[in-house]
């Protein structure tokens, strides 16, 4: 009998966020629907005059700016910006195929993590598929760096994520936070962490058309070494925890699930979209392995967390 775990999966229903864009603060209206197997993560945008640009796979290959958060190229000179959360929150349930439609050119930050997008996916459940899920087997180290910073995906029997930051500041200073990856561990330590920015550096920022939408209510906002928000931090480590979210939202971008481990000193946008480049720039980097081929306890469905409506996969299960 194949496992649940090695089917896809898609949500149960679709979910809507009303919003704005952290950099744009232009508001904007994102749909997440449901998608057959094998669709993978596709996006498409509705322009003001009711033009349809998509819908798109979201590739690494589309990404054409990783200032600050990861903007994706539509076609067409449309694109669009901060893709990466709500690609987490996808990622991070354990969903295979989505079809996400926005009507603005960025998604909507919400609270400046990916909670309220799991949560709502939560509420639909998620559906199980008829077809087998594959991953992206790892096979050779691929390493990208940038001055004393870099990123890496390594061969691993397992998912993994091994994420370190170090910044001059003493709130955050050096956090390393290594995640062995289940839905249920996504959602409880990961899915919640928020967004974060220096104010020395807001002004700078927004004059060059930056975080025009950043606020309290979407970032942690941080003066040297202490936090100016009113209310406390989610977790006493967010920082690292929001850059592994980041992390796991921008290794969607792969097409399918990595099978291996990714490893992160000081790494950001750029380098997860570079090292996803440079595994797939060679074919001995790795493979496209069935989920009936490889050990899977770890990502069974079995695992997500309570409150999630499983009534829809079980039913489709049989
Ligand atoms: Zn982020």
Wanted: net charge negative; with cysteine.
């Amino acid at each position: 009998m194949q496992r649940i775990s090695a089917r896809q999966c898609t949500l149960g229903g679709s979910v809507r966020f009303d919003g704005f864009g952290v950099h744009s603060a232009i508001p904007v209206t994102l749909n997440i629907n449901p998608a057959p197997a094998g669709t993978g993560f596709q996006i498409s945008r509705i322009m003001e005059d009711g033009r349809v640009v998509g819908p798109v796979p979201m590739e690494f290959s589309r990404v054409t700016r990783t200032t600050l958060c990861t903007t994706m190229d539509l076609g067409d000179s449309v694109s669009v910006a901060t893709v990466e959360h709500v690609l987490s929150a996808l990622s991070g349930l354990g969903i295979d195929n989505a079809d996400i439609v926005l009507n603005g050119p960025e998604c909507p930050i919400l609270d400046g993590s990916a909670y309220p997008f799991v949560e709502a996916i939560m509420a639909q459940g998620l559906q199980v598929q008829a077809a087998t899920r594959n991953y992206i087997k790892i096979l050779r180290t691929v390493t990208v760096r940038n001055n004393d910073s870099f990123a890496a995906l390594e061969p691993y029997n397992g998912r993994s994520l091994d994420l370190e930051i170090d910044f001059d500041s003493k709130i955050i200073g050096r956090q390393r936070m290594i995640f062995e990856w289940t839905p249920r561990r996504f959602v409880e330590d990961v899915s919640a962490a928020r967004t974060f920015g220096f104010m020395k550096d807001a002004k700078v920022l927004r004059q060059a058309g930056y975080a025009l939408g950043s606020s309290k209510e979407n970032s942690i906002a941080l003066d040297a070494d202490k936090m100016l928000n009113a209310t406390p931090l989610r977790f006493e480590d967010e920082f690292v925890r929001h850059k592994l979210l980041d992390a796991v939202g921008d290794l969607a971008l792969s097409g399918m699930p990595i099978y291996g481990r990714f490893r992160s000193y000081k790494g950001g946008h750029a380098l997860n979209a570079l090292v996803l480049a440079s595994l797939f720039a060679n074919e001995a980097n790795f493979e496209v392995v069935s989920a009936d081929d490889l050990p899977l306890a770890f990502d069974s469905l079995d695992d997500l967390p309570e409150g999630l409506e499983v009534k829809s996969y079980l039913r489709s299960v049989g």
